[in-house]
């Protein structure tokens, strides 16, 4: 099964490799037809810790790593 590819912002850097990223998403309403913007965090693995907040990401599923991160940074669009 192919791994689940992601794209998101950093918000947040300060754990020990570790980064929180944002992905928001689009979608239409199923009753009312109107377009809906919903966002999740996800925490992803940055072994040299070189990714800063505000740097557009992309993250892809792994392995679990800790209790709540089995993402990994794969490759990073455009700087903050």
Known sequence: ?????????????KAD??????VNRRFMHPMYK????RSKKYTAHD??????????????????ISKSKCWTVVAKIAKA
């Open 34 to 37: 109107k377009f809906i913007t």
């Open 1 to 13: 099964m192919p791994r689940r590819v992601l794209q998101g912002t950093i918000v947040s850097n």
């Open 47 to 64: 072994e040299t810790n070189q990714y800063q907040t505000g740097d557009e990401v992309n993250i892809q599923e792994c392995r679990p």
């Open 17 to 22: 490799k570790t980064v929180t990223v944002s």
